[in-house]
């Protein structure tokens, strides 16, 4: 079992930036892939950033490249993702996600991921 928390949002005006922390316990952290997701009001969870346990390899939606920068330190377990320049459509819940990796694991889908943080509010005025 792997219990995640995460932390680290909060309000921000447009070009700000936060970074957002999850730790988990429970278990190392090591042979887990992560990712953090993100849901906005009335809309569906949405995929933002995720890496593999390694930390070597990381995958970023489209409307984040560029902005946001995933990192794993496996040492404290815990994954960050950095976030700047945020707009007013960054506005979620951002939720941390992790998996244990197996071959052909699918990053950017929700479905792949058995343990969530409870989700951090990120809100980003205009």
């Known amino acids: 079992q792997v219990t995640l928390i995460d932390t680290g949002g909060g309000l921000v005006q447009a070009g700000g930036s936060l970074r957002l922390s999850c730790v988990a316990s429970?278990?190392?952290?090591?042979?887990?892939?992560a990712a953090w997701f993100r849901q906005a009001p009335g809309k569906e969870r949405e995929f933002v950033s995720a890496?593999?346990?390694?930390?070597?390899?990381?995958y970023y939606a489209d409307s984040v490249k560029g902005r946001f920068t995933i990192s794993k330190d496996n040492a404290k377990n815990t994954v960050y993702l950095q976030m700047k320049n945020l707009k007013p459509e960054d506005t979620a819940v951002y939720y941390c996600?992790?998996?244990?990796?197996?071959?052909?694991?699918?990053?950017?889908?929700?479905?792949?991921?058995?343990?969530w943080g409870q989700g951090t509010q990120v809100t980003v005025s205009s």
């Open positions: 429970g278990r190392t952290f090591v042979t887990y892939n």
């Open positions: 996600a992790a998996e244990k990796t197996r071959a052909g694991f699918q990053f950017v889908s929700q479905y792949e991921y058995k343990y």
């Open positions: 890496i593999s346990w390694s930390g070597d390899i990381p």
